[in-house]
């Protein structure tokens, strides 16, 4: 045990070694250090890093377009909305139940091709969402209540 307690006063450096080490090498002086002379260069500084502030990237708002289509031929204004960036309301009240599937139909593969979503929000109307753009409950509940509709989905 003294072996031991002897090792851990020398590891701390409160006892001088006086064995040579296990390879038989005794311990070399440490060497002094060089004289310094008077006219010495300033050490050099560490380089400076300017802050960089960036600004969190929001997600864009939300722009609505309502769309109120009768035929087949107003899916062109619908994808043309979408493809822009605006969130699309689609109303079918007014379109003959084909037509009303074409369109559904239309504007699903639209939202999927496009990486959105597409979700009904009220009967025979739907909201198609672009990739990235987060519609809150609350702006569509108050978009919907502008235009006459009653979330009932």
């Known amino acids: 045990m003294a072996g031991a307690w002897r ?55 939300a722009r609505f377009h309502l769309v109120s289509p009768a035929a087949f031929n107003d899916a062109q204004e619908i994808g043309d909305k979408y493809r822009e960036g605006f969130s699309v309301i689609m109303n079918l009240a007014g379109a003959s ?29 739907f909201l198609l969402t672009p990739r990235g753009v987060q519609v809150s409950a609350e702006e569509r509940r108050r978009f919907l209540e502008e235009r006459g509709f009653f979330n009932q989905a």
């Not at 050099?44 to 890093?49: E, K, N, Q, V, Y």
């Not at 037509?99 to 009904?120: E, K, N, P, T």
Request: hydrophobic share 30%; charged share 30%.
């Open 7 to 61: 090792k851990t006063l020398i590891y701390l450096g409160l006892v001088e070694d006086d064995e040579p080490d296990e390879y038989g090498y005794e311990d070399e002086p440490a060497p002094e250090p060089a004289p310094r002379s008077i006219s010495r260069s300033p050490e050099p500084r560490p380089a400076r890093r300017d802050a960089v502030v960036r600004t969190i990237p929001t997600p864009p708002s």
């Open 97 to 125: 139940p084909d037509i009303a599937r074409r369109l559904v139909d239309f504007a699903s593969g639209l939202a999927y091709g496009l990486a959105g979503s597409m979700q009904q929000v009220a009967d025979r109307v």
